[in-house]
């Protein structure tokens, strides 16, 4: 009688995973907070400007993405095709994505990025909750409007001097 619980721990997985997205989009902090384990492994070396995989604390990977996304108009994160892999209190979990950002900018700056790729989760059930402990954001097409749309979001939200 696994089943049932196999069941509830990958639609507990795919909420992490939507979770991932609608916290990213309302820039609900608190909510995106509690997706993560205390430590975690966070790669970015397909996506924006190859940066190598860092383990970092959750509080940094927050404040990282609240700056990263506070200038931006907006963002729509879709993540779809859930592949999960679970054994015991350990999961992996494959989702295509599609990362939609835009803001404002002069007539003739292109003002919007789109990101084709994937997820790449690896999560652990603690204490009844899975959260996510690795985090590989792989970047699988060409950008579409100009990646440059981070640098214009970064300078919204700098501080004047």
Do not use: N
């Not at 795919?14 to 989009?25: E, P, R, S, T």
């Not at 994160?77 to 859930?82: P, W």
């Amino acid at each position: 009688m696994t089943a049932l619980p196999e069941l509830s721990d990958r639609l507990a997985i795919a909420d992490v995973v939507a979770g991932l997205a609608h916290a990213q989009d309302d820039q609900d902090w608190v909510a995106f907070r509690r997706l993560f384990a205390e430590r975690v492994t966070l790669d970015l070396s397909t996506h924006y400007h190859g940066r190598p995989p860092a383990t970092v604390t959750a509080d940094d990977l927050v404040e990282l993405a609240r700056t990263t996304l506070a200038g931006f108009d907006c963002t729509h994160h879709a993540a779809t095709d859930l592949l999960v892999r679970q054994a015991g209190d350990e999961a992996t979990c494959r989702a295509h994505m599609v990362a939609y950002h835009h803001v404002p900018a002069e007539p003739g700056v292109v003002d919007h990025c789109t990101m084709r790729g994937r997820w790449d989760l690896k999560l652990r059930k603690l204490d009844g909750r899975w959260l996510i402990e690795h985090w590989t954001v792989v970047r699988t097409a060409p950008w579409e409007g100009s990646p440059d749309v981070y640098a214009l979001a970064a300078a919204r939200v700098a501080p004047r001097t």
